[in-house]
């Protein structure tokens, strides 16, 4: 094993360890390493692997134990005068709330292509970025979007309407008020 | 003035030399360069003009940074201020964003020089690579450089931009592995830095934009250049020297036989550099190289600064998450992948770059020719293949754009298609196995990887211009298709 030092290196030059004896060594019968190359070696590993210990620690950084999020739960009073299948957007919130004679649900408006934000029609609801559709319940009829829009949990407490962003439920499933 | 020059202006060919290699920038050059490699035909100068360009969106970028700051709405307003009430402000802003156009512009088409010379053949392989990583680098700069003003466009196309590294999702939902395994998920976490977007993917494009990306950026272009020296100057023919011609005017010629060789100082293989061979139709590096350099250089800001006092840079409504514009289009050099995702998220997002990406790679290693290199369309064929793919690129890509625009596709003939399907079988994944399909007819036909790298090359040009022509003059509101933007529906 060379030795990165200088010093060992002049100490075998003029050492007892002579070319014939070098060359007749194999693999399996290597010439003995001194035991200041071992402690040198190891110390270098140890400081090696140390720090690759330490990079792969710090790729963890970019990820967030606790997400800034804002909460996906509101409090939605529907108008009086909404009639069956017109679309309700509580403001601020990317979802269109529905009351028929069944009850009252919630559709998510945040197209499962890409994100852009469907707009509600006469048809059911359409994608102004790469042109998905989607019928009244949410079911792709048209263009890339993968899934369908899901729906979201609605839930009464104490006589208000509360809608969950993050939380979806089967589609059709309406609470009856 | 004369110190500039230390050791006094470079007046004969001797300091001339040294005042090259006596210099850490010029030291780059050799001293002497091969004339072919200053004709114009040879690079056009393109990869000095993206280099230029660089430098240009540097020192504009850096002046940015004094007025701009990276959280939603006080970024509007900074771009705002920078436009509207800082002394030149608009004029930096301008030229950024132009100086940046370009650059896309210019390592797309020195790329296609690369190619088309083929200059990627050994021992250039590797900076091949290096270009390849270059033109990722820069695309990625353009993106997270228009995300910062923080206006409709930036906030869409974040938005855009995270789902798509997310479209992983696509294939592990249809497989219902999502829970287990999800990379995309992953990636998009990391990219936003929450899991709606706001001020920290704000600030980690911000410094994606200003640090990373540019040190990255200019670590690379260090190695690239520094290869080209390595890998002998620019490829030119093995007959370079007669085309050429013989030198004129009177330049030092070496005749005599070495008497010492640099072996044993173990820096060069061989006896010597020049000596021995006479002048090898190279001429010093000083003045020609550096004028016509010089002159790119100058050229390129000229053109900068000309569209920056035209054309102001865009600044849309302030990013509104309730209602994406309609239509919500990406800038121009990105609307050909809009098109593509506009058919499948992960295929055209990343499915299809990613091939295309290992395609390119691939290509100076699956070419082992010699014939033609550092001639424009050289190898069998050359131009003739040339002229048939561009029919078959340009056919293939009007063809299938043209069926879905009229026909729709599966989704609409089939409505309960599984997913799986759409993302595999989609007009892109269908135009990158014929373009595929007609370079390995190619190599077969002309017995000759060289064709068949040439083909693909040509086609996937041809598919790109074709995209992005149809989605940025051919897409209306809900992205469909108008002859032009006057029969858009009104709002
Ligand atoms: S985001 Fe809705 S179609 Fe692409």
Not at chain 1, 137 to 143: A, C, F, I, Q, R
């Amino acid at each position: 094993m060379p030795s990165p030092w200088n010093a060992s290196c002049s100490a075998r030059i003029g050492g007892p360890m002579s070319e014939t004896q070098k060359t007749g060594r194999s693999r399996l019968d290597p010439e003995p390493v001194s035991r200041r190359d071992v402690l040198g070696l190891m110390s270098l590993w140890a400081a090696g692997s140390a720090l690759l210990f330490g990079l792969v620690g710090m790729l963890r950084l970019p990820k967030a134990a606790v997400l800034s999020s804002p909460s996906k739960r509101f409090r939605v009073t529907l108008p009086a005068t909404l009639a069956a299948g017109e679309a309700f957007t509580p403001p601020g919130r990317n979802v269109a709330v529905y009351r028929d004679e069944q009850g009252v649900y919630a559709i998510s408006r945040v197209c499962t292509h890409l994100g852009c934000i469907v707009k509600p029609t006469e048809e059911g609801f359409e994608c102004p970025c790469h042109g998905s559709r989607y019928d009244h319940d949410g079911t792709v009829t048209k263009g890339p979007a993968p899934r369908a829009l899901p729906w979201l949990e609605v839930k009464e407490q104490a006589g208000t309407l509360y809608v969950d962003e993050g939380s979806n439920v089967a589609s059709g499933t309406r609470l009856k008020v | 003035m004369e110190t500039a020059f230390r050791g006094g202006a470079p007046k004969t060919d001797r300091t001339r030399s040294t005042f090259v290699f006596g210099n850490v920038f010029f030291h780059l050059h050799s001293v002497r360069t091969h004339r072919w490699s200053l004709r114009w035909a040879t690079t056009w100068g393109l990869g000095m003009a993206t280099f230029a360009a660089f430098v240009i969106t540097l020192v504009t970028g850096i002046l940015l940074m004094f007025y701009y700051k990276p959280f939603p709405d006080v970024a509007y307003q900074s771009i705002k201020d920078i436009h509207f009430v800082v002394p030149t402000g608009r004029f930096m802003r301008n030229i950024h964003r132009w100086a940046g156009n370009v650059m896309v512009v210019t390592v797309i088409l020195h790329m296609a020089r690369a190619f088309y010379t083929a200059a990627y053949r050994k021992p250039r392989e590797f900076n091949w690579l290096m270009g390849m990583a270059l033109l990722v680098v820069t695309l990625g700069l353009s993106f997270t450089g228009y995300l910062l003003p923080w206006d409709q466009l930036a906030y869409w196309a974040i938005t855009i931009g995270a789902n798509i590294a997310a479209s992983p999702q696509e294939v592990t939902n249809a497989l219902g592995i999502t829970q287990h395994f999800d990379p995309g998920g992953l990636q998009r976490l990391i990219l936003l830095g929450s899991d709606t977007v706001g001020p920290e993917a704000l600030i980690r494009f911000y410094l994606l934009h200003v640090m990373i990306l540019p040190l990255v950026l200019a670590l690379i272009v260090a190695v690239h250049f520094w290869r080209i020296r390595k890998d002998g100057g620019l490829a030119r023919p093995v007959d370079a020297d007669q085309r050429v011609g013989p030198i004129t005017g009177t330049y030092p010629v070496f005749t005599e036989q070495p008497k010492k060789t640099y072996q044993l100082a173990a820096i060069v293989r061989g006896k010597t550099a020049a000596v021995g061979k006479g002048p090898e139709a190279t001429v010093p590096s000083m003045p020609h190289l550096f004028y016509g350099e010089l002159a790119v250089l100058m050229l390129t800001t000229l053109i900068c600064v000309a569209l920056a006092l035209l054309s102001d840079a865009p600044l849309k409504e302030l990013a509104n998450p309730m209602v994406p514009e309609n239509p919500a289009k990406a800038p121009w050099y990105f609307l050909g992948l809009q098109e593509l995702v506009s058919f499948s998220a992960f295929m055209g997002g990343i499915g299809i770059p990613t091939i295309v990406l290992l395609g390119l790679g691939l290509i100076p290693y699956l070419d082992r020719e010699t014939e033609g290199t550092g001639e424009w369309f050289g190898g069998p064929g050359g131009k003739k293949l040339a002229m048939r793919s561009l029919l078959v690129g340009f056919g293939a890509s009007l063809a299938i754009e043209s069926f879905v625009i009229h026909f729709g596709w599966l989704r609409e003939w089939f409505p309960h298609i599984p997913q799986l399907v759409i993302t595999a079988i989609n007009p892109g994944t269908l135009l990158t196995l014929a373009y595929g399909a007609y370079s390995v007819w190619c190599v077969k036909k002309y017995s000759s990887t060289r064709a068949g790298a040439m083909a693909l090359f040509t086609c996937f040009l041809c598919g790109f211009i074709v995209l992005t022509v149809i989605g940025t003059y051919f897409r209306g509101p809900n992205w469909v298709f108008y002859w032009s933007p006057s029969q858009w529906p009104g709002h």
